[in-house]
């Protein structure tokens, strides 16, 4: 083997094709060593025919210029689950590229050194032969009128669900970088032919690159293992289920592979729209001593330091470089004590924090400690209201799924609605200025453009006849009372400045005549 060289593996699925698993690996084109190391491997996902034989006896040959691996499955993993194991087999031996195509001989192996190709210039991730590239060709080879209709409506709707623009979803020609499959997790797919929807959509939401070759299509008898309508109804699940957890309205974690730097981000920032941040922003006049808790980096802290307030961040990680602030601390917010003096603040930012803490409870009580020599301070507060009709309909179809955003949040510990977020400030010590129900920001889910303005209309106007109901997020502004001790301290500060002014102004002997009755 020659290190320096790329690595193919050319897969071959196979479920009762003994008629047809000779011919088709005869096919794969010898020229393909001029490039390549290559192997094939058969995996037969336990025919009841002698595909197994019939490819082991040709290995045994060695009649062919590549070396040849075939396994057998003793109990059938189906077509998803047999795609499983040939694409762990091509990462497990070190692989560069795996080529997929099927034992009935339906999609060409003479294609195979045209389309390897943009995957060995790094052009793309995967490679999709597209019959639908080449409809005359698809026709010609076969493809029943209906089916060829039903690719068409498929592919068209799934588009529109997922924001791609593929010529078909539904070709079983797909050669994969093995880089790309390392980084999506295959393993978690369906074991049927949705198999390869889901594995599409696991490329998109990772921002993986997809190339399209038009090629020629022969169909033989595998095709007719398949259930049109359950496979229509598998994949358009499938997508739907996909759409919602971009939306944070589902979470399923075969969906959960975003690129590595979208992972890493923080809160985006959401000052376009009515949101948490705008109104924030609202009311913190310029010039103001802002304390921003839970900063995510510092974004807002940046922009009100750029109106000319003094801002002061804290959060459990380091500030990062892309934002200033004018003073920084370090502090889980879930150890105790509060540890700041909170004297020298007008305003506290407490944004989308407070679901994410272990006790709340234990927070605000210590937020007021901290404040008690500061009774003009005003905390502004938002979380997730998890009455949202949305939250409701799921429940009412008996789902609860967390997710990677939204209210349900994977990381969010407690959940609040209006009358319970306000009782944990009420009972805690805090007069409630204002809460009101914030919309769902639609314009980062359908697009900052008319539909998603219009959206967002919508909801505020649902807001005003049942915020309880319609609002994605309830925002707070808070102010502590006198705690007991403020209280005592100030009753015995006051006691001793109007002794001391008595004693001024009457005199020792005249003071000591009115003390004594």
């Keep these: 083997m020659n290190p320096s060289r790329q690595r193919l593996l050319v897969f071959i699925v196979a479920y009762n094709a003994e008629k047809t698993i000779q011919p088709t690996l005869q096919r794969i084109p010898a020229r393909l060593l001029n490039d390549y190391e290559v192997e094939v491997l058969v995996i037969d996902d336990s025919s009841t025919d002698r595909t197994f034989n019939h490819g082991e006896v040709l290995r045994r040959a060695g009649t062919l210029p590549f070396a040849l691996t075939v396994l057998f499955n003793p109990v059938n993993q189906g077509y998803g689950g047999n795609q499983k194991i040939g694409f762990h087999y091509a990462i497990q031996h070190g692989f560069d590229f795996v080529a997929l195509i099927h034992g009935d001989g339906q999609y060409a192996p003479e294609c195979l050194p045209e389309l390897v190709e943009p995957l060995a210039l790094r052009q793309t991730d995967a490679v ?37 623009h593929l010529s078909e979803w539904h070709s079983g020609y797909r050669l994969y970088s093995t880089d790309a499959l390392r980084r999506i997790p295959f393993h978690l797919n369906s074991n049927a032919f949705h198999f390869d929807t889901e594995i599409i959509i696991q490329l998109l939401v990772g921002g993986l690159r997809i190339k399209e070759i038009p090629l020629p299509t022969y169909y033989g008898d595998e095709i007719s293992h398949v259930n049109g309508i359950t496979y229509a109804k598998d994949v358009l699940i499938a997508c739907l289920k996909a759409r919602a957890q971009q939306w944070s309205l589902f979470y399923d974690r075969k969906f959960d592979c975003p690129p590595a730097a979208r992972s890493r981000s923080a809160y985006t920032p959401k000052l376009d729209f009515e949101s948490t941040h705008s109104l924030a922003l609202e009311r913190i006049a310029p010039g103001a001593r802002v304390l921003d808790i839970g900063c995510a980096g510092g974004y807002l802290g940046d922009i009100l330091r750029k109106r000319g307030c003094h801002t002061t961040g804290v959060d459990a990680v380091p500030l990062g470089e892309k934002f200033t602030l004018d003073a920084f601390q370090i502090h889980d917010l879930n150890q105790r004590p509060f540890p700041l003096d909170l004297l020298n603040f007008d305003y506290a930012l407490m944004l989308d924090v407070v679901e994410h803490l272990n006790s709340p409870e234990n927070f605000v009580d210590d937020f007021l400690a901290a404040a008690s020599r500061n009774q003009q301070l005003k905390l502004i507060v938002s979380t997730g209201n998890v009455a949202f009709i949305i939250v409701r309909l799921m429940l009412l179809l008996g789902q609860f799924n967390y997710g990677k955003r939204g209210i349900l949040d994977l990381t969010h510990t407690r959940l609040f609605t209006f009358a319970t977020f306000r009782r944990l400030f009420e009972q805690s010590g805090f007069d409630v200025l204002e809460m009101r129900g914030v919309p769902a920001p639609f314009p980062l889910a359908v697009g900052n453009g008319v539909a998603g303005h219009w959206l967002m209309g919508l909801n505020k106007a649902l807001i005003s006849i049942s915020r309880s109901l319609f609002a994605y997020q309830i925002f707070a502004v808070v102010r502590p009372k006198p705690t007991l001790e403020s209280l005592l301290d100030h009753a015995q500060r006051e006691s001793g400045l109007r002794s001391a002014a008595l004693a001024s102004s009457n005199g020792p002997a005249r003071f000591s005549a009115v003390a004594g009755g």
């Design 128 to 164: 999709f032969g597209s019959r639908m590239l080449r409809k005359a060709d698809a026709r010609r080879g076969g493809m029943p009128l209906y089916k060829f209709v039903g690719n068409r409506i498929l592919t068209s709707l799934q588009n529109r669900l997922l924001r791609s």
